[in-house]
């Protein structure tokens, strides 16, 4: 029986995607070389390069503010603007207002949240990301008061796929693993993270990208929040 949800955060219950188009636009109205780039390719290099920062923030080898500012250094040289650190510290500052203006829960995250907790699950969200962020994000999408606690790489010292976040996520839960079910869209990380921590995962995957393992159930959506549901319970279906 599952009693305890573990949930990511971005692009799983907080539309993180959404946001960042929603910034890398309004950056473009600002920055002339940006807008040459059509919006599908600027989000696709601008993740290319956040892929790599994030990973370094975790580490604790640049602070958030400075990987910004590095990031979007790099994005304005790829797109062949002139570098100046000025230049840069303008767009991280347009980018980040635009951002939170963007910030919104994935369609679908409230109704199912409200149907887990009805269903009587305790649901702790499990992010590689620091406290503050994460916080502000779940109170502004009205995401706080559905969910039992949050874990943070930041607060447990050890991002996912690492056992220890899992297991602070357990405690924080008050279940084994064998009660519990993690649903996030990133494979390795949510996933094989949850697995190797010996957790049944749901893989959340909106963009209908190929599983790398056709046993592990998935969800295309959140809503509408039966079929949500059943994968997350692992009720047969009818």
Not at 54 to 78: G, M, N
Not at 108 to 128: H, K, P, S, Y
Not at 214 to 234: F, H, K, Q, Y
Request: glycine residues 6%; charged residues 25%.
């Amino acid at each position: 029986m599952t009693t305890a949800v573990l949930a990511d955060l971005d692009d799983t219950l907080f539309d993180h995607a959404h946001a960042t188009r929603h910034a890398l636009k309004a950056l473009q109205a600002a920055e002339r070389t940006l807008a040459e780039w059509p919006i599908d390719d600027l989000f696709h290099h601008h993740n290319l390069i956040l892929d790599t920062m994030h990973p370094r923030v975790l580490a604790r080898e640049l602070t958030v503010d400075e990987a910004r500012l590095v990031r979007f250094a790099r994005l304005l040289r790829d797109a062949g603007a002139d570098e100046s650190e000025a230049r840069a510290v303008q767009a991280a500052a347009i980018y980040r207002h635009a951002y939170e203006q963007g910030w919104r829960a994935v369609p679908g995250a409230t109704q199912l949240l409200d149907r887990l907790r009805a269903e009587g699950c305790r649901i702790v969200v499990v992010t590689n990301n620091g406290v503050v962020e994460q916080r502000l994000k779940l109170d502004r999408c009205d995401l706080i008061g559905r969910i039992d606690a949050l874990v943070t790489s930041e607060e447990v010292g050890t991002p996912k796929p690492g056992k220890a976040i899992f297991d602070a996520a357990l405690a924080q839960a008050g279940a084994a693993a064998s009660g519990a079910v993690m649903v996030g869209d990133a494979w390795h990380t949510d996933v094989e993270g949850a697995r190797q921590s010996g957790i049944r995962a749901v893989w959340y995957n909106p963009r209908g990208l190929a599983s790398p393992d056709p046993n592990v159930a998935e969800i295309r959506a959140l809503a509408p929040a039966d079929d949500a549901l059943m994968a997350l319970l692992a009720v047969p279906a009818r």
